[in-house]
């Protein structure tokens, strides 16, 4: 507040006028208060980012991760940690927000674990939302996905058809249904956004269902072959963490609600390519069930609405992992 203060001691009584004017503008929609947000699945690869945002931005982050994919050593120190499991997590405290991204979040895990599964990422939701329901909160931002759109003969819209092709996807799109029903039925505000591949530091290259990227840069440094499941033509549409974090502070900070948004960068590439990018022998092997052959998606919504544009190209992406 102090280098808010130092501005008026400048300028003409316009321009004084003008900051006056926006500053409290800002204080009316909070800009410069600290929020309580809530953050499930903060401990994971995309959580631990957002949760190092919102402090950075001087919030006051809870954290409800159960340990299962996330690691504690991602866990911002200046966060409030509760060790739980969304599936039978309830709260009535006070917060302000909450960014729902906790969820088993593996197209093929969900193949071979679909109750499981369906329990965290489904009953989990519900409970989030009648949490945050029950206490009025401001707004839900809910992580979905782009499998939601199975194949995509031409870059996804919103407005597209969804064809969830594993139990994974339709746990999402049951998700965002929910999302829309406590906006529509009781008030609440919440967005969802589809998040596309997402790729950046964290991302653990030692899980079975970690992203191709970190797959291929441990691979290489191992000096061995990329393993690449099918043919290698099949496309992804990759978009770096930092981006996707800049669009989930957008979606809270937005006055838009009950809402579905891609996040992708509507630029796709060949596994093959990605290969050659990172470089190093390849290896098939047989696809494996429920992988989609092509994801694409248009981000002009976010555009419109958000006002947010990816930055980071895969390449510049990519050199960023490897420094890590």
Known sequence: MENILEI???????????????????????KYFMSK????????????????KLIELGHEVIV??????????????KADFINWDISEYYTNGSLDYIFHLAALPSVPYSIEHPTKTHRVNV??????????????????IFASTAALYGECEKPA?????????????LHKAIGEAYMGLFSEVYGLPTISLRFFN???KRCDPNS????????????????????????????????YIDDVVDACIL?????????????????????????????????YLPSRKGDVFRTIGNNMKAKALLQWTPKVQIWEGIRLMEEM
């Open 8 to 30: 008026f001691q400048i300028g003409n009584d316009f321009v004084k006028n003008v900051i006056v004017d926006t500053i409290l503008l800002n204080l009316t929609q909070g």
């Open 37 to 52: 947000i809530l953050c499930t699945g903060g401990a994971g690869f995309i959580g631990s980012h957002l949760v190092d």
């Open 64 to 77: 409800v991760d159960n340990l299962s994919t996330g690691k504690a050593e991602n866990i911002n120190p």
């Open 123 to 140: 009953n989990g939701t519900y409970n989030i939302l009648k949490s945050a329901s029950d206490m009025k909160v401001k707004k839900v």
């Open 157 to 169: 819209r919103e407005s597209d058809k969804i064809f969830p092709k594993s139990p994974y996807a």
């Open 198 to 200: 997402v790729y950046g």
């Open 208 to 239: 079975d269902y970690s992203l191709v990227i970190s797959k291929f840069l441990k691979l290489r440094s191992e000096k061995k072959p990329l393993s690449i499941y099918g043919n290698g033509r099949q496309t992804r549409d990759f978009v």
């Open 251 to 283: 979606a809270m900070e937005s006055e838009i609600k009950n809402e579905v948004i891609n996040i992708c960068t509507g630029k796709e590439i060949s596994i093959n390519d990605l290969a050659d990018i990172i470089g190093g022998e390849k290896v």
